[in-house]
């Protein structure tokens, strides 16, 4: 099953329409602590609506302790940052793959990029009036990429 692996996000509404994301698309939400809100805010299950209650949602504490518990092979691990040098349109994503996004003003912490620089992709821009989508649209543009070709 694909995974949406969220790391340090900020907007709970961000997180909410992920949630609905996960659902639809059948795939796993995890969230990377420290979150920007409480998981329990109204605005994540108002931006999720009544579908909140059926994400298949994992936290760990850190990224570490994800790695540790989900020890991910490398070529499961996409990370998205509007900098990496590769289209998303380019891999083939396994049907066990690991979408990553970071927090929505910062992206991914250096720590997490660096070691796995060969495993960046993201979304084209057409303008050059934008760097980069809403982290929400991000990740639906992702998972649908992810999963061209399987439903």
């Given at each position: 099953?694909?995974?949406?692996?969220?790391?340090?996000?900020?907007?709970?509404?961000?997180?909410?329409?992920?949630?609905?994301?996960?659902?639809?698309?059948?795939?796993?939400?995890v969230?990377?602590?420290?979150?920007?809100?409480?998981?329990?805010?109204?605005?994540?299950?108002?931006?999720?609506?009544?579908?909140?209650?059926?994400v298949?949602?994992?936290?760990f504490?850190?990224?570490?302790?994800?790695?540790?518990?989900?020890?991910?092979?490398?070529?499961?691990?996409?990370?998205f940052?509007?900098?990496?040098?590769?289209?998303?349109?380019?891999?083939?994503?396994?049907?066990?793959?690991?979408?990553?996004?970071?927090?929505?003003?910062?992206?991914?912490?250096?720590?997490i990029?660096q070691?796995?620089?060969?495993?960046?992709?993201?979304?084209?821009?057409?303008?050059?009036?934008?760097?980069?989508?809403?982290?929400?649209?991000?990740?639906?543009?992702?998972?649908?990429?992810?999963?061209?070709?399987?439903?």
């Amino acid at each position: 099953m694909i995974a949406i692996v969220l790391v340090h996000p900020e907007i709970p509404g961000n997180t909410g329409a992920v949630g609905r994301t996960c659902v639809a698309l059948d795939m796993e939400l995890v969230l990377i602590h420290p979150l920007g809100f409480q998981i329990s805010d109204k605005r994540v299950k108002r931006s999720g609506l009544d579908y909140w209650p059926h994400v298949r949602l994992v936290e760990f504490a850190s990224w570490d302790a994800f790695m540790a518990a989900r020890q991910p092979r490398e070529d499961q691990l996409f990370l998205f940052e509007e900098y990496a040098p590769r289209s998303f349109y380019e891999p083939d994503y396994p049907d066990d793959a690991f979408l990553v996004f970071g927090a929505e003003t910062t992206g991914l912490p250096a720590a997490i990029t660096q070691p796995l620089a060969d495993r960046m992709v993201r979304l084209p821009m057409r303008s050059a009036h934008i760097r980069s989508l809403n982290l929400a649209n991000t990740v639906a543009a992702a998972a649908y990429q992810a999963l061209h070709g399987k439903i």
